[in-house]
Structures are given as C-alpha cells and as structure tokens.
C-alpha cells in the first residue's frame, strides 16, 4: 500500500472532523461559568473586580458565539487554520480574565491548560508549539504584570510569593507535560485507526476478488449454452453457402470466435470455479497460492514441509479463507523485498498446532524494533542500502500490521526474531524470522467422524 493509495491517513486533514457546532457549545460552557465565577467573586465575597472590562471580555467570546451561529452552516466543519485561531481566541479571552483578577494568585489560572490540551489533541504539532508557547508567555507575565483583587475594605488578596512561583512551574510543568502526552496518546489511537481501516480495506479487496471469480463462474456457465448455439447455426450456414465463398467465410469466422469465447470461458469459469467451491486445499498448496505473486522476482522462494512429531498425521488440509492467504502473502513480500537471494518457507505440523516459518538471508529487523514488529506505521526495516530491492515502492508501514491483523484474526499467533540471534538449520538463514502458528482447529476444516459418511456401498446379487 503506497502513500498516495492513503490520502486520507494524513495528519492536516484531521482538523476537518471538528465541526463548528462543538467549539461553540464548549464555548457556551465556558462563558457561563466565567459570568457565574465573576458574580459570585462580587456578591458573595464582595471583592472589587474591574466589572467593566470582565464583562467586555465576557462579550466579545457571546459576540464571537452569535456570529459564528448566524453566518456559518449547523454542520460546518473547520479546517487547521480556523481549529488554531478559535483555540487561541479562547486563550487569549481567559488570560484577559484572569489578568483583571489578580494573575497567578487566581485559582482559576488553572483553567489555561485547557486551550493547550486541546490544540494537542486536534492540531498538528506547529499549531500545537504556537498554542503552548503562547500560555507560556502569559502565564510568565501575569507573574508581575495583573489587577491585584480587592476585598470591600480595600485589602489586595495575594498569596505568598513563594506560592506564586510554584503556581508558574506547576502550570509551566501541566503546559509541556500534559500537551506532550495528550499528542503521542492521540497520534498511537488515529494511527491505529487509519491502520485498522487500510486492514479493512485490503481484506474486503481479497473478499471482492473471491466474489468475481464465482461470478465470472458463474457467467461461463450461462453463456456455454448461446455460445453452443451460435456454433451450431454457424456450420449450418457453412453447409448452406458452399456456392457463396465470401458469405461461408464470414460464417467460419462466426463459428472461429465463437470457439475461442468458449475457450476464454472455459478458463476463467476454472479460476473462478476454483475460488467459488474449492474452501480448503493442502496446506503446502495454501502456502504455495499466498507465495504466487512473488516467486518470479528474482528470489529463490523455497517451500519445505514436514512433521514435528511421529505422532502427527499426514499434511493436512488448510482452510483457503481470504485473511489466511493475503496475510501470508504480506509476509512473503516483506521477505523477497528485503533477501539477498533467498526465502525459506517451512510449514510444520503436529497433532495439535500447524506453524509456518518464512525466513530470508537479508540485513533482518533492526535489533532496537523488534519489540515494535507489527505495530502500524513502522518503516524502519528498509536502510539506504536496500532501497535497490523495490525502488517502485514506498510504503507506509502498514504490510506487516495488516499480516498480523488479519493472521491472529484466523486464530494465529505471530512471533518476530532474526536469524542469527536463535537456532537455525542453516547458516545463511541469518535475515528475519516470522513464525505464524495456529490451534489445529482453527485452520484445518472439520471432517466426517468415523461410521458418519455416506455409507458403505450396497452389494447387488445377480
């Protein structure tokens, strides 16, 4: 899956999935609770505020509100731009308020974080520095520059000036901490979910591929009756025109065509036959179908399969179901993309587990990635060095996430390792390592038990 096949996994378009009708609900919220904090500061505790210039700030943020409500669209969704210069109006309003109340000796200057928490959360990271360096600035000027707050008798209420600067480096600490974690949260859950839709989209890709073999199946065997037909009349005609040279030649070609529609039919209606009714096949067979695309790229792709145990039976059957084979055949690729000249694919079995293993004499995974095979987004396996094994190809990191997916779907379980650091048959396995191994039940078909098949066949006396 190459970038341009996912537009939609970029960052710049996640501002358009906040829609204008949420900020302004939120920012409904906030002026309510503003007016309330500034009644009560008044009339219950009798501090002498600027009134004036609170309720100002109070009214640009309900003009902001009523202009945004009558000139925009009920489902108009903002871009980057409009996200960034709404959530700094918002800061910008609550550091007015709080300069006009006293500065950092306000409780309420906690609230800052919110602004920054949320620009982490929505924003790309430019707009997310801007955003917190700007609560940063203010905050470090209100330390010296606000309105003290007053009581009715004219007494400034302060706090000591050591709790000032412990207000300043809590709040500097929640800015760059709290934004930090807010974003890798966000980033590790959006690109899960991009991960999760491409693993969607490639398994319902196999499954539409499987749906057109059994119509085009289906097609040849509707169409092998007018075809029959056509060919029939057209020798008849043959018969009929042997005084007319031109006009029986036009009849041979009719009956030529009409042969070599059949035999395309013939063709495709096997393919699709094939997809449409044949669920289950040897597993080297399933291996072998996952491998196909693959085996003529200049790669040696070896297939081995044998018994673990003597207690095991013969090769068994594999299910052919679409999650399996577009699973195993991620997994492939990533091999011949990264060999030097060969992949090893051993399929092992026993009485209770069935494992294949692809191995590859390539550089291998990175030592400090292993831990993160298989997470979404992960390109770092491809160096300078080997960017000559698929110059065609950029990736996004999503080949071997969408294996695993759809592998442990089926039932699997995916290990990683590289060659050269566990045991190995052979010296130039030295690459990477995958072992995809299943329960027996979840990737063999269910077959008759003893005494429960058709029947024994009747004998018949003379």
């Known amino acids: 899956m190459t970038q341009s096949e996912f537009g939609l996994f970029q960052e710049r378009q996640r501002g358009s999935f906040i829609r204008l009708r949420t900020m302004i609900w ?85 609230l800052i974080l919110g602004p920054v928490i949320v620009s982490a959360t929505i924003m790309t990271l430019r707009s997310t520095i801007i955003i917190g360096a700007t609560a940063l600035a203010l905050v470090t000027l209100m330390v010296f520059f606000h309105l003290p707050l007053r009581t009715e008798q004219g007494f400034i209420m302060r706090i ?5 600067f412990g207000q300043w480096t809590a709040i500097t600490i929640a800015v760059v901490f709290l934004s930090l974690y807010a974003r890798q949260i966000t980033e590790e859950m959006n690109s899960m ?84 009714h044949i669920r289950s096949a040897p597993l080297v067979e399933v291996i072998r179908e996952a491998a196909e695309p693959h085996l003529h790229r200049g790669k040696d792709v070896l297939i081995d399969a044998f018994r673990d145990t003597e207690d095991a039976i013969d090769p068994p059957l594999a299910l052919r179901r679409p999650e399996i084979i577009h699973g195993l055949r991620n997994l492939i690729q990533n091999a011949v993309d990264f060999a030097r000249a060969t992949v090893w694919i051993e399929a092992r079995w026993t009485a209770t587990t069935i494992a294949i293993r692809i191995m590859d004499d390539g550089p291998g995974y990175p030592t400090n990635m292993l831990g993160r095979i298989g997470d979404p987004f992960v390109r770092n396996r491809r160096t300078d060095r080997d960017r000559s094994a698929r110059p065609e190809y950029e990736g996004m990191g999503l080949g071997l996430f969408i294996a695993k997916t759809l592998l442990q779907r089926s039932g699997a379980e995916l290990s990683f390792a590289n060659g050269a650091d566990r045991a190995s048959g052979s010296s130039k396995r030295r690459g990477a390592v995958v072992e995809v191994v299943w329960p027996r039940d979840a990737i063999v078909p269910p077959s008759l038990p003893k005494g429960e098949g058709i029947g024994e066949n009747p004998s018949f006396k003379a």
């Open 26 to 110: 939120l920012r409904w919220f906030a002026i309510v609770g503003q007016l309330a904090a500034i009644t009560l500061a008044q009339r219950m505790y009798n501090l002498q505020l600027e009134l004036g210039l609170c309720y100002l700030a109070v009214g640009v943020s309900i003009v902001g509100n009523l202009i945004a409500i009558f000139v925009f669209p009920e489902n108009k969704r903002l871009n980057e731009a409009e996200n960034f210069l709404m959530v700094l109006f918002d800061l910008l309003q609550l550091c007015f308020l709080i300069y006009l109340t006293g500065g950092l000796h306000n409780p309420f200057t906690i």
């Open 160 to 164: 000591a000036d050591v709790f000032v």
């Open 193 to 276: 979910s991009d991960a999760v839709v491409a693993t969607q989209m490639a398994l319902s890709r196999t499954q539409m591929l499987n749906n057109i073999g059994g119509v085009v199946a289906a097609a040849a065997h509707e169409l092998g009756t007018p075809l029959a037909t056509i060919k029939l009349a057209s020798a008849e005609l043959m018969d009929d025109l042997q005084d007319q040279p031109e006009l029986q030649d036009d009849a041979r070609l009719i009956r030529e065509q009409a042969d070599r529609c059949r035999d395309i039919l013939r063709s495709m209606g096997r393919a699709g036959k094939e997809d449409l």
